[in-house]
């Protein structure tokens, strides 16, 4: 299990615990509220550093990971402000329930009785809406990672993706660069029949113009002694 892992468990059971001790801070007395609020300050502070822990481990993945990681660190910072705020809430709403005598008891013995049940049925119904509230706590994370999940997925396809294109023009550069080559063979095997086409154009010029020289020699030489001989 790598630390980032870790860290997630140790939020969700914090997440968990700060969520149980919010639904019992209207039950207590003065004394038992205040060392629950401490531990829920507590709880809170150690909430907020992990996350601060968690956003230094994401820094140091791969894109990829580092995006998916960044999901479900942004709905778990949520999740914190979220409590954070209902505790406010509640721990004022307790102070002012307090300051105005909400809870006073009375002397009649059955008037005892009933007002005890009507606390049992408050202190279930608070408990069942804590029970509610962590089952969507948990469903909001376990969304979340699902979404974080199909980021990565997506994350990882893109980038497998461009691993295939980057593949491709790879060989379509190589390819080009062996027909860059093939044509400039073609190029120099062109210009070597040229020169050759020129240099037997030459020859067979100078070819020509011996042969002609040297047939008006012979015709020079053979019909001179005719001529030189009719005359004298």
Known sequence: MSLLEQYEQQYAALIAEITAHIGRLQQQSASERNELCNKIDGSLSE??????QMGLEVRELNPA????FNGKLQVAQAELKRLQT???????KARSQQSNG????LDLGGSDYYEDVSISND??????DNSERIERT???????????LETEALGAQVLNDLHHQRETLQGARARLRE???????????????????LREKVVLYGVGVCFVVAVGVSL???FAPSTSAATS
């Open 47 to 52: 909430a907020q550093e992990l996350l601060e």
């Open 220 to 222: 020079y030489l053979t």
């Open 179 to 197: 027909t860059n080559a093939e044509l400039g063979r073609a190029s120099r095997t062109l210009n070597t029949m040229m020169l050759r086409a």
């Open 138 to 148: 948990g469903n909001r994370l376990t969304e979340g990672y699902r979404v974080a």
């Open 123 to 128: 202190q279930r119904q608070r408990l069942l």
């Open 86 to 92: 209902e505790y406010k809430q509640t721990k004022d």
């Open 102 to 105: 909400a809870y006073t008891t």
């Open 65 to 68: 990971q580092r995006s998916s």
